[in-house]
C-alpha cells in the first residue's frame, strides 16, 4: 500500500477577514542551535489554530508528522511500513504540544520523551506594558508592548485590527494577534508567516494521553529531566529495549553509555520556552 507524504507550506497572508471564526497562523522561529553557543542560529516553523473555545500551537513538521502517522493508521498499513514511515517523515527540533482552554482559563502541555509528559497550569495574567511604538509587519498595522516575566524581558508586537487575542506558545492578552515575539537575552524571536480561515479537516486531532501528568511544574521538570537522563535505562524497564544475548553488565554498561551520550546532547541542544 502506497502512502503519499505531503509537507505543509505554510506562507499564508489574508487581508480583508472577518475575525470571529477559526484561523490558522504561521510563525517562524529563529533559535540558538546550541545553546552552548548562542550565536548558532536554526529555525523551525509553527503553527496556532485558533478555534472559538480553545487554540492549539505546535511545530510544523510535528504537525505534518502526526497528522502522516495518523492518515497511514487509518489506512491500516501493517506496522512495519508504519516503522518506515515513522523513520522517513521529517522531525523537528520540537514534539510538544501547546493547548489554551478558553473556558477554564488554562493550558496543557504535552511532550512525547519516549512516553507521555503532560503539564496543565492556569494561563498567567500577563501585565504587559503598552507603548505606541508602532511598525508595519505585512501590511498589518502593529504596535509594541513588553512583558517582564521569569527574570526575562519579551518584546512583542500585536496588531489591533486583528481582533485575536492570542499569539506564539503561551504569550497572549494584548489587544490584537501577537504578529513577532522576541526574548533578546534567549537569543529567540517568533516571526509571522501569515493568517488563514482554517479549511475543514485541518485543526489538529490531538489526543493529551499521558503516562506523566502533573499541575507542578517543580514535579514536572524533575520528572522529566530524570527521564531524559537515564533514557535507555528507562526504554530497557518499559520493554523499548531487549537484552537478549547480552550479561547483565555489558547490558547495565552498554545502556549507560547511551544515557551519557543522550544526556550531553540534550543539554547542548535543550532550547525551550518557559511555561512560567
Not at 512495519?80 to 522531525?91: E, G, M, Q, V, W
Not at 498589518?140 to 526575562?152: H, K, P, S, T
Request: net charge positive.
Amino acid at each position: 500500500m502506497k502512502f503519499k507524504l505531503t509537507l505543509c507550506y505554510i506562507f499564508f497572508v489574508s487581508h480583508g477577514l472577518i475575525f470571529g471564526q477559526n484561523y490558522k497562523v504561521g510563525y517562524r522561529l529563529s533559535f540558538p542551535a546550541d545553546t552552548l553557543t548562542p550565536e548558532t542560529k536554526s529555525h523551525e516553523d509553527f503553527l496556532l489554530f485558533v478555534a472559538d473555545k480553545e487554540s492549539i500551537f505546535l511545530s510544523n513538521l510535528k504537525y505534518v508528522r502526526d497528522s502522516v502517522l495518523r492518515n497511514a493508521k487509518n489506512q491500516g498499513m501493517a506496522m512495519a511500513d508504519l516503522k518506515r514511515i515513522f523513520n522517513n517523515t521529517p522531525k523537528g527540533h520540537f514534539d510538544f504540544v501547546l493547548r489554551k482552554d478558553n473556558a477554564t482559563s488554562s493550558y496543557i502541555y504535552s511532550e512525547k520523551i519516549s512516553k507521555n509528559f503532560t503539564f496543565e497550569h492556569p494561563i498567567a495574567n500577563y501585565h504587559w506594558k503598552l507603548s505606541q511604538n508602532k511598525k508595519s509587519i505585512h501590511g498589518f498595522d502593529c504596535r509594541m508592548a513588553v512583558l517582564e516575566i521569569g527574570g526575562y524581558n519579551y518584546l512583542a508586537w500585536y496588531a489591533p485590527e486583528i481582533s485575536l487575542k492570542n499569539g506564539p506558545f503561551l504569550f497572549e492578552g494584548l489587544p490584537g494577534l501577537v504578529l513577532e515575539l522576541e526574548c533578546p537575552s534567549k537569543n529567540f524571536i517568533f516571526s509571522f508567516l501569515g493568517i488563514e480561515k482554517l479549511k475543514e479537516g485541518e485543526y489538529p486531532i490531538i489526543e493529551f494521553s499521558s503516562a506523566v501528568h502533573t499541575n507542578n511544574l517543580q514535579k514536572y521538570n524533575s520528572l522529566r529531566n530524570s527521564w531524559r537522563r537515564n533514557y535507555a535505562s528507562n526504554a530497557a524497564n518499559n520493554g523499548q529495549v531487549s537484552n537478549a544475548g547480552s550479561d547483565p553488565a555489558s547490558f547495565n554498561n552498554f545502556m549507560k553509555n547511551i544515557d551519557d551520550q543522550k544526556w550531553e546532547y540534550y543539554k547542548a541542544n535543550n532550547f525551550e520556552f518557559p511555561l512560567f
